[in-house]
């Protein structure tokens, strides 16, 4: 259950990152959830690291996941244009 739960939290962290920051990224259905999946890790880092915890990387829930995927998109955005 644990893994249809991190595809199913990616997907959905991936595909809201993807409204909230519009524009045109064509990277379909599996690079959303690569998206979330690594926007969720992204997420609980950033939480490890507000909360002063001991373990570097945790799960980031849902909320975490979401900003998480939007950071990684951004990111993703500027060193795609400096490519092109």
């Known amino acids: 259950m644990t893994w249809i739960g991190l595809i199913v939290i990616g997907l959905i962290a991936g595909y809201v990152a993807r409204i909230v920051v519009p524009g045109p990224d064509p990277i379909g259905l599996i690079g959303t959830l690569i998206l979330g999946v690594v926007g969720s890790f992204v997420g ?3 939480w490890s690291l507000m909360d002063g915890g001991g373990e570097l990387i945790t799960r980031s829930g849902l909320i975490g ?3 998480g ?9 500027a060193v795609n244009t400096r490519r092109a």
């Open 44 to 46: 609980g880092f950033l």
């Open 65 to 67: 996941s979401i900003i």
């Open 69 to 77: 995927a939007i950071i990684v998109l951004l990111v993703y955005r």
